[in-house]
């Protein structure tokens, strides 16, 4: 059984026998080596192995469709040799051309109609019409001009119809793309030696009309005129480009320098321009809030690492600008890896700071504290004292229920604590106190707790209830929270004064009603647990 290739000619993909595809690449390489590697050796091969790929494609109609030995010995001997097509000695004079009449009879096996791309006016039919028929191409052109204009005097079709079939044979009819559907055209074999002439004739008629253009006078004068206008392009071209250039270090410098003020009274002012700059209300400022979150010698080293950061690549554009502008030498690699060495070290600062005072939320503890209330009577009023602070940020702005207040001139973060109710396992009233803050591990932690303030009173009869917690006046944020849990004995009754709403938190009770509608009532434990009193 003989081996089967897979090859690709001209674009098409055949099955071909391993005897007919050593014949094959024998001969294409002999083509290959006959017409050399220049541009025009090439076209000739590709133009040849197209006609192959044709030749193969016709022969494919039938059952067969592997590429035997047979069928390359029919190409060969329809294409030729390099033997059989050497050309002849220069010296030789062709043989005169017999007459041609305007209409000669055709061979349609060997003459087909395409569309002359080479010889048209609009579309190229009248020229593959004239290559088809040999009939002169500006003859049929002056017929058809006729036709459409004078159609009655010599009772043809009208000139719309004369027009449709035009553009229909435009459409219809193929244009002749490669060396072989020229020769096909014109009624010439396609072979190897006359796809040969026929691409040495194109070669040679562009290189004559180069030629004779090269030595018109037109050229000459173009040339001399394409001289100057490249000159003045040149000198122009180098004003422009220094005009940019210093444009462009101006821009720079404007942008350096911008940033860097900008920067600089951003960064570097804090104690003037951020003092004074207010966030959410005209009573509060940048500095009033970061000294509740950031001790001051790690904000000291944020802004001085944020301020190299930005302004290290100010800088940078500032003196770029000035060296294209001016031009003046300097170690550039040195100054270059000096700033970007610096610009590294404050972004690694930066970026620790930063890291440093997340650490400061890293740990998490408790602390419950229980007071026993001294209430002798059977009702107990619950209530809210009266909050004297005054809010100095957006009341929508808050940080975990915690904002910003002034209180005689003094600023303080205050929190809201939630209060609940269960029962008590003793016979006393009992409030407990669970405080809850975050640090950079346990201890520390614990000391934040220590700066929760919370107040309230009691008497016989009532409780008055802080509606807020604070923190000490050197106290940092670090996410304090407090709840409170009120402890009342089975058929102790209290009342929740409507003001208690703002502290409340999902108090369970036996009627299921909600916080907001739980103020304003007497409840009474029960051992089934709060219940709604009569």
């Known amino acids: 059984m003989k081996k089967t290739f897979t090859i690709n000619i001209s674009g098409a993909v055949f099955h071909i026998d391993d005897d007919a595809y050593d014949k094959l690449r024998q001969y ?87 569309r002359d791309p080479d010889n048209r006016v609009l579309g190229g039919v009248c020229g593959g019409l004239g290559a088809y028929f040999k009939f002169d191409a500006v003859i049929l052109r002056i017929i058809l001009g006729i036709l459409v204009i004078f159609p009655s005097f010599i009772f043809a079709p009208s000139g719309g119809t004369i027009l449709i079939v035009y553009i229909l044979l435009w459409i219809v009819v193929p244009k002749a793309k490669s060396v072989a559907q020229r020769l096909e055209m014109k009624g010439e074999d396609v072979n190897v030696s006359n796809i040969e002439k026929t691409v040495k004739d194109e070669y040679e008629s562009v290189k004559d009309k180069f030629n004779e253009f090269k030595q018109s006078e037109t050229y000459a004068k173009g040339r001399q005129g394409f001289s100057k206008v490249g000159g003045a392009a040149a000198s122009s071209g180098k004003m422009i480009g220094k005009l940019i250039v210093i444009l462009i270090g101006a821009f720079l410098m404007i942008v350096g320098v911008s940033s860097l003020l900008g920067i600089s009274i951003g960064v570097t002012a804090t104690d003037g321009f951020l003092t004074d700059l207010s966030l959410w209300d005209d009573n509060v400022n940048f500095s009033m809030l970061t000294d509740h979150f950031v001790n001051g010698s790690d904000l000291t080293w944020i802004y001085i690492s944020l301020f190299l950061v930005m302004g290290i690549p100010a800088i940078m554009l500032i003196f770029v600008g000035s060296k294209l502008i001016f031009k003046y030498k300097t170690n550039n690699a040195l100054i270059g890896l000096s700033a970007l060495g610096l610009w590294i070290i404050s972004v690694i600062v930066l970026a620790s700071s930063v890291i440093g005072q997340l650490g400061n939320f890293k740990s998490s503890t408790t602390k419950t504290i229980s007071d026993n209330i001294q209430a002798k009577s059977d009702t107990l009023y619950l209530k809210l004292n009266q909050f004297d602070y005054t809010v100095s940020t957006d009341p929508n702005l808050s940080l975990n229920d915690m904002r910003l207040v002034e209180n005689e001139g003094e600023y303080l973060l205050i929190g809201e604590p939630r209060l609940d109710i269960e029962e008590s396992s003793s016979d006393k009233v009992i409030l407990q106190k669970r405080f809850r803050s975050r640090g950079k591990n346990h201890d520390n932690a614990r000391e934040h707790l220590e700066e929760v303030i919370y107040n309230y009173k009691s008497s016989e009869d009532a409780i008055y209830f802080d509606e807020h917690f604070k923190l000490s006046e050197d106290g940092k944020w670090r996410d304090q929270t407090l709840k409170l849990t009120l402890k009342i004995p089975v058929g102790q009754v209290i009342y929740l004064d409507d003001k208690l709403i703002k502290i409340i938190y999902d108090i369970e009770n036996v009627s299921n009603v909600h916080d907001r509608d739980m103020v304003g009532k007497y409840w009474v434990m029960t051992e089934e647990g709060l219940t709604l009193s009569e």
């Open 28 to 114: 294409l390489n002999a083509l290959n080596t006959h017409f050399g590697s220049s541009d025009e050796g090439h076209e000739i091969v590709s133009d040849i192995e197209a006609r192959i790929a044709e030749l193969f494609q016709e022969k494919m109609k039938g059952a067969n469709t592997v590429v035997n030995l047979t069928w390359v010995d029919e190409v060969i001997e329809v294409m030729g040799t390099p033997q059989d097509f050497m050309e002849e000695d220069e010296d030789q004079e062709p043989a005169s051309a017999p007459f041609t009449p305007p209409f000669q009879k055709r061979n349609p096996k060997a003459r087909r109609l395409y």
